[in-house]
């Protein structure tokens, strides 16, 4: 069966494509003149470079961690380049007529059509290309309703006030090695603003596209939610097959005032590399909300792609009886790694957490868990519930859980369950006796481990995410 | 002996698994419509022979030839087998977490479907049917809803089995012991179940340890199983006179050509 599992799994990946798009690329390399650059490219105002230096300055005091369970070569940043945008992009085309053509193309072959008509209903997209964001839809519906969707770097220009506001508030320039990298090089994102009491008419997307060589994707997204507003939104990205590793280190920060709520979705699909591990996206990438009084933040991930993951959603539970979840899918295989979870931080009282992590490893591939709930001295009658899920395809994968549990509240409750599970002969044999390719029935067997987080994912994505794993499982089955 | 009538035509098999040789020279026919119960002491060979036939990985065929309608079953894989209409239900059904029975089972039956140049069935009348079916072999209709066998009970396992097997509507049902762990009612829903879907175009090989299960299922032919090969076979009456002696006597008894049907 481990013969048909692997086979199932040895997969071409579709958007392993490369767009024919003129781009103009900075060389490869990293110090403050590069920086100076890039904020010169999008036109910042003085503060933001300053802003960036000054984390460009702490970076360079800093150390790579190594604590994860993960194993790759040393990153070269300076063989890097941190800037790339498609030249049609440098007269900011005002509207998709002008887009080129080759862009939504491109867009429209990973199954995201940017004209609106043909997009699905209720769902406003930011399209991210390399460095750049290329096209925003649905702007002027939302802004009806209030809400702000626009890329970072327009952001910066017309909501400074906002921008400086909250930026940094939840992951400090100094919070970790990627993201002090992210803040001095940051290059495009999604911004978005909720007003007080509104509910987002649309789902908000973004959709991230690493396309030249050699570049690094450092994007930056800001979801500020006003007290008692409501979004959701879901990031997707992919990357062109290529021998060489590329590393993506982003940063989003979301702040949920008084009774907001926000849910963040992703479904992460970048290049994993080729079977022997040749290739694939480091991505390290930094994601933390907060959440004031009575608000509540939602992550979901389908984690599929990237040779090397290393990401922990989380949340500052600061406002009281604030409420925080993490629902996760990590999929491996090939030579995969995996080191991801979340961690949830409870302040407030009377705040709730719920954890729900499904790991599936197959392959050679390696997969774990990592988590951190901490109930501080204020967290009166906090609780949190973990439930960590392993399920390993074939006999040479990997799965690992690292749960840290720190309780300085005597009345906080912290459950925690855990279970290792294999896809079994039995199930397997019963599939198809009942006539189901093995195929099909991995991906029915491990669509069911998934079921509790898949129903968290918006409809439309839930199907999405479904497919998405059952093409990645393709070929593992023997 | 055989021919081009037989649903299912078993010549000179000899199977094994881990090396061990389990089945040992077995012959057996069956033709359209037949009930044959297969009965015989524990370690006869009785669920090798059904893993065998429905192709279970690890279960090695060392020589003979099985037909099924004509078709060289040796050489399919287990799906082929099962969308040429054979059915296992299973002693011991695994469960298979997350997955509704409806999902599977509708899965199940499009793969059988498209097998046959089918259409896909639609969501409503699969509903419909499987609603059916649900009543008919007496379990609530929400188990449709729930996990393929998850915390189900050993008798509600045995008829989801055979509810799949209401809904699949197969040429040819092996059932596994499936009257082990039953109690008298559930045992007569079984029965019943079973009973309704004898038809000309149906056959059954029903594997049993007791003759209990044939008081309600009246097969046409009784074999004993014993060592790896069919010892005597007769018809109904030699199940109440193997409940009544028990197996020994035959056990001792060499092989005989009795092979019927």
Known sequence: MTEQIDKALAREYEAGFVSDVESETFLPGLDEDVIRRISGMKNEPEWMLEWRLSAFREWLEMEEPDWAHVDYPKIDFQSISYYSAPKSMKDKPKSLDEVDPELLRTYEKLGIPLIEQQMLAGIAVDAVFDSVSVVTTFRDKLEEAGVIFCPISEAIQKYPELVKKYLGSVVPKKDNYFAALNCAVFTDGSFVYIPKGTRCPMELSTYFRINEQNTGQFERTLIIADEGSHVSYLEGCTAPQRDENQLHAAVVELVALDDAEIKYSTVQNWYPGDEDGKGGIFNFVTKRGICHTNAKISWTQVETGSSVTWKYPSCILKGDNSVGEFYSVALTRGRQQADTGTKMIHLGKNTRSTIISKGISAGKSNNSYRGLVRMNPGAKGARNFTQCDSLLIGDQCGAHTFPYIESRNPSAIIEHEATTSKVSDEQMFLCRQRGLDPEKAVSMIVNGFCKEVFKELPMEFAVEAGKLLEISLEGSVG | ?261
Request: hydrophobic share 40%; proline share 3%.
């Open chain 2, 1 to 261: 002996m055989s021919n081009t009538n037989s649903l299912l035509t078993i010549k000179d098999l000899y199977a094994s698994v881990e090396d061990k040789q389990i089945i040992k020279g077995l012959n057996l026919d069956i033709k359209p419509g037949e009930v044959h119960a297969i009965m015989g002491p524990n370690g006869a060979g009785k669920s090798t022979l059904g893993y065998v036939l429905s192709g279970r990985d690890g279960y090695s065929v060392d020589g003979g030839s099985v037909a099924l309608a004509g078709q060289d079953l040796l050489e399919m894989e287990t799906e082929d087998r099962a969308r040429a209409g054979l059915f296992l239900a299973f002693q011991y059904p695994v469960e298979i977490p997350g997955v509704s029975n409806l999902e599977f089972l509708k899965a199940s039956v499009d793969a059988q479907r498209e097998a046959r140049g089918e259409e896909a069935i639609t969501s409503a009348e699969f509903l419909k049917e499987a609603k059916i079916a649900c009543k008919q072999v007496d379990l609530p209709v929400s188990f449709l809803k729930r996990g393929v066998n998850e915390g189900f009970s050993g008798g509600e396992k045995k008829r989801n089995e055979l509810m799949q097997m209401l809904l699949l509507k197969p040429k040819l049902c092996i059932l596994d012991e499936t009257d082990s762990g039953l109690d008298i009612d559930a045992l007569q829903v079984v029965a019943e179940g079973v009973n309704s879907q004898r038809s000309a175009d149906r056959s059954f090989i029903v594997v049993t340890h007791y003759q209990r299960l044939l008081d309600y299922i009246k097969p046409d032919f009784v074999h004993v199983l014993s060592d790896g090969k069919i010892v005597k076979s007769g018809d109904a009456s030699l199940a109440h006179e193997l409940e009544a002696q028990g197996y020994a006597w035959l056990q001792k008894a060499p092989a005989e050509d009795e092979l019927e049907g």
